[in-house]
């Protein structure tokens, strides 16, 4: 490794592994990808995988050592900027002259009482499976994308199961009516309940609502809000409120010199100045970009900047079912929305796309 660009990716999740991928083009580059997992598993295919199907999943260390990349298992507890180098909570050091921060999000449970005691979480394959046996009734609190997905899986999945959404909003309610009365026509027919309510607290038999009712549960599966690593922070990296990483146009870490940040842990800035949504859909175009922008500086070349992109907002209703709302470059609504199995079809399309470019 003398005389080897030394570029270290924090994170094997889709920004990470894009931006490994591309920067293991560069000539004289050593690229080490830092990880606490030992496999990869689609984070967009977990609410499959709580509703017990079988889905794809991959080891790391012999998928990235195939392209040349060396894998590290560990997890990382600070970065030390002065002395360019990664501390590991085995106490052990991994050298950079660049790093990539990509972390990532994982579930927030510090948003109610009760929660962090008494609800799982479908963030991440170790969450999903401390959930327990389904049986029974579950609620599922959160009316965004992940807790509409898990729901309708759940139903469609487990006939004799009984489900329950709840949501402060309306489910779905971001996207334009018709995509929101198709989403109410699914859970209906899955046969969904649905409380728009807020929760006050999770407790060992259900959800305290702010009003006063209590909603019987077996199982609270929690997919509402997500925080992302102290790592950052706690290694002096600017940050803002939530702590992800704050970074210019072209995902420079702000003050510091071959520090980079991409995904969910980094304030991703779009067009009309919108920050990117947490999503593959930003995350995986960004690790590219970035793996790619890492290789040209090493040959002497400034790549322009980075501005996220959207297309479009999916997800499957089930297996037979799904959603498709195309969306404007700066993620606000536009006004098309493809609904059925139709739906469901490009869904499926895109999850199988994203997931073959994690892996190649």
């Known amino acids: 490794m003398t005389g080897q660009h030394r570029i270290v990716v924090l994170g094997a999740g889709y ?4 931006a490994a991928r591309e920067a293991i083009k560069a000539k004289g580059a050593h690229v080490t990808v830092i990880d606490l997992h030992t496999e990869f598993v689609d984070r967009v295919r977990l609410h499959q995988v709580a509703a017990g199907q079988d889905v794809a999943r991959w080891e ?3 998928t990235l050592a195939a392209k040349g990349i060396e894998f ?38 510090s948003m109610v009482p009760g929660a962090a005691e008494f609800a799982h979480t479908v963030a991440t394959s170790e969450d999903v499976r401390r959930i327990p046996a389904l049986a029974g009734r579950v609620a ?8 509409l997905e898990t729901a309708t899986e759940l139903a469609e999945s487990n006939p004799g199961l009984e489900v329950v959404l709840v949501s402060s909003d309306e489910p779905g309610g971001w996207l ?11 859970l209906d027919r899955l046969g969904v309940q649905v409380r728009v309510a807020k929760v006050a607290a999770v407790t060992g038999t259900g959800l305290d609502l702010v009003d006063g009712d209590h909603v019987d549960a077996d199982i609270v599966l929690w997919t509402t809000g997500f925080k992302v690593p102290e790592v950052a922070a706690r290694s002096g990296l600017p940050v803002d409120g939530r702590e992800r990483v704050l970074v210019d146009d072209r995902l420079r870490v ?15 800035i779009g067009h009309n ?52 709302q195309f969306m404007k470059a700066d993620d606000s609504n536009g006004s098309i929305a493809l609904t059925g199995r139709t739906a469901a079809w490009i869904k499926e399309q895109i999850v199988g796309a994203v997931g073959r470019a994690a892996k190649l």
């Open 273 to 324: 100045g919108r920050e990117a949504r947490m999503s593959c859909q930003a995350a995986q175009p960004a690790g590219k970009y970035l793996g790619a922008a890492v290789a040209a500086r090493l040959r002497g070349k400034q790549p322009g900047p980075f501005t996220p992109r959207f297309v479009l907002t999916c997800m499957s209703l089930g297996r037979r079912d799904g959603l498709v």
């Open 60 to 62: 790391l260390r012999k």
């Open 140 to 147: 599922v609190v959160g009316g965004g994308a992940t807790g």
């Open 176 to 186: 334009i009516p018709k995509a929101v009365a198709h989403i109410r026509a699914v």
């Open 72 to 109: 590290v298992n560990g997890r990382a507890e600070r970065i030390d900027t002065e002395a360019r180098r990664v501390e590991l909570a085995t106490g052990e050091a991994v050298a950079y002259d660049s790093l990539i921060y990509a972390l990532g999000s994982r579930a927030d449970l």
């Open 15 to 18: 920004a990470g592994l894009a």
């Open 254 to 268: 702000r003050g510091l010199a071959d520090v980079y940040a991409v995904g969910d842990a980094a304030v991703m």
